[in-house]
């Protein structure tokens, strides 16, 4: 369809991929790790070497969110799906009310409701419609999601629970870059492949006295079932002593820690400044053409970190998108395959730059109007 098309050469993003997830890896990242040469790749995770770069992982991130000195970074392999589980067998005491909007929110209500000896509650809306939770009376666990990645809806507040009651956020494509108070939450949780511009595979949750008291209470009753690979136990005393509890991958370690320091230099308030800045340009240019519009309609529930934008029917995306990848400038931009809408997912996380974000717009603009 757009086989005579070329591509003007000022409208060519620096970096091609524009993907949520995995995310944009910076080069010298990559040419950093290279560098330790035999220092740190194939050593033990329970040496040194790899225990000083988790340590590092776990003071940034504590810097970066301005978190309360009683709260701990724990770190674990598996990447954060593995959390909706761990989270059901080893923090729900009875009952968890989940807030859902989407695919990945859904997915971990599912979870929770696997669990027999657990009442799960769904408070649902439709995909693309915004939803922020609140406290509910014999729920002694609160689910939410900050940044529903599969339709760009975000969390406008957070609910306000009690004493007695755990707030859970999965901040999966949204944390270091959507708004949220951390000290808000009991149990702010997150993989290394969105914002945070690593590989998959790991998870981190931040986590209240109140969230370490209540894993430490579950884990005293023997007769509730818990694998030994979702224990919290293990999985806290090891990030206590700035390890993981089985063998990580030390490349994703090593390049989140640069992503982390890197994004300390300029803060999380000005991140998020220049990330309303990327929001701004995208959801105006879908305003801007009559052949496109904001798939989230609500404006308060609109990500600042994955943008997705719906299509005139008269073009295909699907042939724009393929298109782009064979001349390798644009990749990434599918929507989720299982909304099934004629729709660009354009991420926003922090390592794509506003430049690259304009000159996309304007080559899709002219790519859509050709055929128009």
Same mark, same amino acid.
């Given at each position: 369809?757009?086989?005579?098309?070329?591509?003007?050469?000022?409208? $060519?993003?620096?970096?091609?991929?524009?993907?949520?997830?995995?995310?944009?890896?910076?080069? !010298? =990242?990559? @040419? #950093?790790?290279? +560098?330790?040469?035999?220092?740190?790749?194939?050593?033990?995770?329970?040496?040194?070497?790899?225990?000083?770069?988790?340590?590092?992982?776990?003071?940034?991130?504590?810097?970066?969110?301005?978190?309360?000195?009683?709260?701990?970074?724990?770190?674990?392999?598996?990447?954060?799906?593995?959390?909706?589980?761990? $989270?059901?067998?080893?923090?729900?005491?009875?009952?968890?009310?989940?807030?859902?909007?989407? !695919? =990945?929110? @859904? #997915?971990?209500? +599912?979870?929770?409701?696997?669990?027999?000896?657990?009442?799960?509650?769904?408070?649902?809306?439709?995909?693309?419609?915004?939803?922020?939770?609140?406290?509910?009376?014999?729920?002694?666990?609160?689910?939410?999601?900050?940044?529903?990645?599969?339709?760009?809806?975000?969390?406008?507040?957070?609910?306000?629970?009690?004493a007695n009651t755990l707030l859970a956020v999965d901040a999966t494509s949204g944390a270091g870059q959507c708004p949220c108070d951390v000290s808000k939450t009991d149990v702010f949780f997150f993989a290394p492949q969105k914002v945070f511009a690593s590989d998959g595979g790991l998870w981190i949750a931040i986590m209240s006295p109140k969230a370490l008291a209540r894993a430490a209470k579950i884990a005293g009753d023997k007769s509730r079932y818990i694998p030994e690979i979702m224990s919290w136990t293990h999985a806290i005393s090891n990030s206590e002593q700035n390890q993981t509890y089985n063998t990580p991958a030390l490349a994703t370690l090593f390049i989140m820690n640069e992503q982390v320091k890197r994004?300390?230099?300029?803060?999380?308030?000005?991140?998020?400044?220049?990330?309303?800045?990327?929001?701004?340009?995208?959801?105006?240019?879908?305003?801007?053409?009559?052949?496109?519009?904001?798939?989230?309609?609500?404006?308060?529930?609109?990500?600042?970190?994955?943008?997705?934008?719906?299509?005139?029917?008269?073009?295909?995306?699907?042939?724009?998108?393929?298109?782009?990848?064979?001349?390798?400038?644009?990749?990434?931009?599918?929507?989720?395959?299982?909304?099934?809408?004629?729709?660009?997912?354009?991420?926003?996380?922090?390592?794509?730059?506003?430049?690259?974000?304009?000159?996309?717009?304007?080559?899709?603009?002219?790519?859509?109007?050709?055929?128009?």
């Open positions: 369809m757009f086989d005579s098309f070329e591509i003007p050469k000022e409208l $060519i993003p620096a970096d091609p991929r524009f993907g949520s997830g995995p995310s944009l890896v910076p080069t !010298e =990242f990559l @040419e #950093k790790l290279a +560098k330790t040469g035999h220092e740190f790749m194939g050593t033990s995770h329970r040496k040194a070497g790899v225990k000083n770069v988790v340590k590092e992982i776990q003071e940034g991130l504590k810097k970066y969110f301005n978190v309360p000195s009683d709260y701990l970074v724990v770190l674990g392999n598996g990447g954060a799906t593995l959390l909706f589980d761990m $989270i059901a067998l080893g923090l729900v005491e009875k009952k968890a009310t989940h807030y859902t909007c989407g !695919e =990945f929110s @859904e #997915k971990w209500y +599912k979870s929770t409701k696997l669990v027999p000896w657990l009442a799960a509650e769904n408070v649902s809306v439709p995909f693309g419609k915004g939803i922020n939770g609140k406290a509910v009376a014999g729920s002694d666990l609160i689910a939410v999601t900050l940044n529903e990645t599969s339709t760009g809806v975000q969390l406008s507040e957070l609910p306000i629970v009690d994004m300390n230099e300029q803060g999380y308030a000005e991140i998020q400044k220049l990330s309303q800045k990327k929001a701004d340009l995208l959801y105006s240019w879908a305003e801007s053409k009559p052949y496109l519009s904001c798939y989230i309609e609500e404006k308060q529930f609109r990500s600042i970190a994955v943008a997705t934008i719906d299509v005139d029917a008269k073009v295909n995306v699907d042939d724009v998108i393929k298109f782009l990848e064979k001349k390798k400038a644009v990749y990434g931009i599918d929507g989720y395959r299982k909304l099934g809408r004629n729709q660009f997912r354009i991420s926003m996380f922090h390592n794509i730059s506003y430049s690259d974000l304009d000159k996309l717009t304007k080559l899709l603009s002219m790519m859509i109007e050709s055929k128009l």
